[in-house]
């Protein structure tokens, strides 16, 4: 990957991006010939959106390819789906974003944890880091807010909302 930007990345991420991972089956036939069923994961990190320009923006700065998205409705804009590939790639991209991230941060620890168990014959913790995942990821969960009791605020009247705008800028010059 080339020196990037990786701030704007994080944002991309956290705004129209996925991490997670997928569970498939895979099948071995032993030395008896039986077949064996065993289940298959796979971490996936993606960001979608309808900007050609940004996937090529993407694939220049950060490499990885782009897909183009079907879409059931004739009349929807084309669809885009970006997605950095290796795991090596995957890794370095996760720890120059962690940073940054603010809604996918833990998505992402998850994430390191489950490419640097690699090679570890470890199904119960590759299963573990996988429900991990789906509970982060279902539908309908917000984020947790920094309100103290877990209140939700007060509606607030457009007036007030507008009055920082209203007010002089301060401007300090350190000596």
């Given at each position: 990957?080339k ?7 994080a944002?991309?991420i ?12 895979r099948?071995?036939t032993?030395?008896d ?14 960001i ?17 390819v ?23 790639n995957k ?10 991230l ?7 620890s998850l994430?390191l ?9 470890n199904?119960?913790k ?6 991990s995942f ?5 539908r ?11 209140s ?21 010059q350190?000596?």
């Open positions: 990957m020196a990037a930007n990786w701030p704007y990345l944002g991309m956290d705004g129209e991006g996925h991490i997670g991972i997928t569970k498939g089956c099948y071995w032993n030395k010939g039986v077949e064996i069923k065993y289940p298959a994961y796979c971490l996936q990190i993606s979608a959106n309808n900007s050609l320009e940004l996937m090529r923006y993407l694939i220049e700065h950060f490499g990885g782009y897909y183009l998205h079907t879409r059931n409705n004739p009349n929807a804009r084309m669809g885009y789906n970006w997605m950095p590939k290796g795991a090596k890794e370095q991209l996760l720890l120059s974003v962690l940073p940054y603010v809604i996918k941060h833990e998505q992402a994430a944890q489950f490419i640097r168990i690699e090679g570890e014959n199904p119960a590759r299963q573990a880091l996988y429900k789906l509970q982060l990821n279902r309908g969960v917000s984020p947790t807010t920094n309100m103290p009791d877990g939700k605020p007060e509606p607030k009247i457009e007036s007030e909302l507008h009055g920082d705008m209203q007010s002089a800028p301060v401007v300090t350190v000596a």
